[in-house]
């Protein structure tokens, strides 16, 4: 298995645009989970899906963020519209058993300027 | 979920034992113990957890206090590609994680 996979790797925008991080979890795991790391504030979970339905949403900043799992394969993560504060690496990991044991993706690294 | 106390840094000699420890006095009766680490400009990887029994994978033991209140990970022979940011974490099966700030280890050649 190729393990998780997040794209871009890398994303550099302008304020105001809106930015959209893809992540494929791997293969027959149905938990998938957002995460943000900042230097002040460590990693953070963001949302979490089961089965492709959103589970807990609570740590999603404001209304500018949303997710979505259209299916067992695929989510996004958007930023509309983006703000330089929203630079951090942004995580995407899988798992077949919760929050324990959950394999995580190489990071997108969001630059807002 | 229980707080957890690490060190901020350490070091280890290449091919010595890493052992890094972890405080939890709060720790309650069904909570469990997970280690990750995170090498730099990777996402985190998961090591190992247990309940109350000292746990061995081909990564590392574990080894919890009869109390309950500390923990240790033990890499057996440390290599360079062991240098990384390790995280306590302990909470119950199907809560969140709180990473923290872990303790950030320096593998010396």
């Known amino acids: 298995d190729a393990g998780v996979i997040q794209s871009p790797r890398h994303e550099v925008t302008e304020m105001g645009q809106e930015v959209t991080l893809r992540c494929k979890p791997i293969s027959g795991h149905d938990y998938l989970f957002w995460y943000r790391q900042t230097m002040m504030r460590g990693l953070e979970l963001l949302i979490y899906?089961?089965?492709?339905?959103?589970?807990?949403d609570s740590g999603m900043p404001e209304d500018r963020f949303s997710a979505k799992m259209p299916n067992a394969s695929f989510s996004t993560l958007k930023i509309q519209p983006s703000e330089p504060r929203d630079s951090a690496v942004y995580f995407c990991a899988s798992s077949s058993r919760g929050h324990e044991t959950q394999y995580f993706g190489p990071g997108t690294r969001l630059l807002v300027l | 979920d229980a707080k957890t106390t690490q060190p901020p840094s350490m070091d280890c000699a290449e091919g010595r034992a890493a052992n890094l420890p972890c405080n939890h006095s709060?720790?309650?009766?069904?909570?469990?113990v997970y280690w990750y680490r995170q090498i730099h400009s990777q996402g985190p990887q998961y090591i190992i957890h247990?309940?109350?029994n000292n746990e061995t994978n081909e990564m590392a033991s574990l080894i919890i206090t009869e109390d309950r209140k500390s923990s240790t990970l033990i890499l057996p022979h440390a290599t360079l590609r062991d240098t990384a940011v390790y995280y306590c974490?302990?909470?119950?099966?199907?809560?969140?994680?709180?990473f923290g700030t872990g303790t950030s280890l320096t593998v010396i050649p």
């Open positions: 974490i302990v909470t119950l099966p199907g809560n969140q994680f709180y």
């Open positions: 899906f089961n089965n492709n339905v959103p589970i807990d």
């Open positions: 709060t720790i309650s009766g069904n909570e469990y």
């Open positions: 247990g309940l109350k």
